[in-house]
């Protein structure tokens, strides 16, 4: 990895760019969390900012891998960072006036604009790689995502407490115009960067609609993009409720117990891809270890309800994230070495939008039972770690003889 970001300059520009501006993302998560508990003091109205994180990257999503396919990528990344530093600033205002309704707009706003970098960043990142380097970059960008997070809770928990949520919210919108200067350094080939011409609507409608028949024609692209979907119908709830848990280990000091929980679970994310790389070179085993990865963190979040809350619960936080962080790196190169480049974009947003879905579905569920007292804290654990066992198998029961009879997957080296 090192050896990769020594050579490859265009790649070491857009690694850059990323790990700066996901630093301030979680360190923002935290003061968000922060700020609608002070707000609200209510579940619910913390699962909605889960949800606002997530559902309009969802609705957003076909538009945002058609641009990624129709324009430069480059740019696209470029004006989407100054647009999230705009609106970050606006998170200080809307503290500073105690508006709920403000802070969900514009996590909604700044949620829209990532749906746009996200698959373009993943588009991308095959044309400033060779073949050999994919595999490489994206455990590098996967680990890195993992140090971020579990740097970004860390200090986000402990700055959130000593500064406040603003500061935060500051550091955050400064960090994503650094981005946009790393990124307009790079050089990001590409192939189809054609505009959409005359006829907008109809033009972009029959991209959208051409970018889903691929899919539909392309099985052995579709089934792998709905492994991290797979593993967010449950794990979407379960990583929302490790805020409420964290206000449950310590509820002197909520703000770092959280922010170490969410640490915890970058770490596992960066060690999961590194050991999957280091141990499973054999890509005809990752169907397999995709659904074997889902089952097994639902196993170590059912123990997450049983055993005693205190801090040495970030140990199987890691552990179970270890698992998801390899199922998203193994799923997304898979994609990006099956997917042509001219529909790589709306591929990556057609599987972003499934995530997101499963995503919001999961926490809406958890967050009205918890809102309404059905089911208490350590009880949600458990069926959510039971069901995410269940997606997990249900995985290795369908899709994985599917790959095994596709003779173009199971050729795969």
């Known amino acids: 990895m090192l050896s990769l970001i020594r050579r490859n300059a265009d790649f070491r520009r857009l690694w850059l760019g990323n790990i700066i501006s996901l630093l301030g993302d979680w360190f923002n998560f935290i003061a968000l969390i922060n700020v609608i508990g002070e707000m609200t003091g209510s579940p619910f109205a913390l699962g909605i900012v889960f949800i606002a994180k997530m559902l309009p990257a969802a609705i957003a999503s076909p538009v945002a891998g058609l641009l990624v396919d129709r324009f430069d990528r480059r740019r696209l990344m470029i004006i989407s960072d100054v647009v999230r530093a705009v609106i970050v600033a606006g998170l200080i205002y809307a503290d500073q006036i105690s508006s709920v309704g403000l802070v969900y707009l514009l996590t909604v706003c700044q949620v829209i604009v990532s749906a ?15 073949r050999e380097e994919l595999l490489t970059a994206n455990t590098l960008m996967a680990a890195s995502w993992s140090v971020m997070l579990a740097l970004g809770a860390a200090l986000g928990g402990f700055a959130t407490a000593a500064f406040g949520p603003r500061i935060v919210f500051a550091v955050d919108s400064a960090s994503y115009l650094v981005s946009a200067w790393f990124i307009y350094r790079a050089v990001i080939p590409q192939t189809s960067a054609e505009g959409f011409g005359g006829r907008l609507f109809k033009t972009a409608a029959a991209e959208i609609v051409s970018g889903w028949r691929f899919l ?26 490790l805020a409420l848990a964290g206000e449950a280990i310590d509820p002197d000091s909520k703000d770092i117990a959280i922010g170490a929980l969410f640490a915890a679970r970058g770490v596992g994310t960066g060690i999961g891809p590194v050991l999957a790389r280091r141990f499973f070179s054999d890509r005809r085993v990752w169907p397999t270890l995709l659904g074997s990865c889902v089952a097994f963190s639902g196993v170590v979040y059912a123990l997450f309800g049983i055993l005693p809350w205190n801090y040495a619960l970030v140990l199987l936080v890691a552990l179970a994230h270890s698992a998801s962080g390899a199922n998203w790196v193994l799923a997304t190169v898979m994609l990006q070495e099956r997917t042509e480049d001219m529909f790589r974009g709306r591929v990556f947003a057609t599987e972003w939008l499934l995530v997101m879905l499963a995503d919001t579905v999961s926490i809406l569920i958890a967050s009205l039972l918890l809102e309404t007292g059905t089911i208490g804290l350590r009880t949600a654990f458990g069926v959510f770690g039971c069901t995410m066992i269940a997606f997990g198998f249900a995985w290795l029961r369908i899709v994985v003889p599917l790959e095994r009879l596709d003779p173009e997957s199971a050729s795969d080296a």
Do not use: C, D, E, Y
């Open 116 to 130: 746009v970098f996200q698959p373009a960043q993943s588009a991308a990142l095959p044309n400033v790689t060779t």
């Open 216 to 241: 539909r024609s392309h099985g052995r692209i579709a089934r792998i993009s709905t492994a991290k979907a797979t593993w967010a119908l449950a794990g979407g709830a379960l990583v929302f409720m």
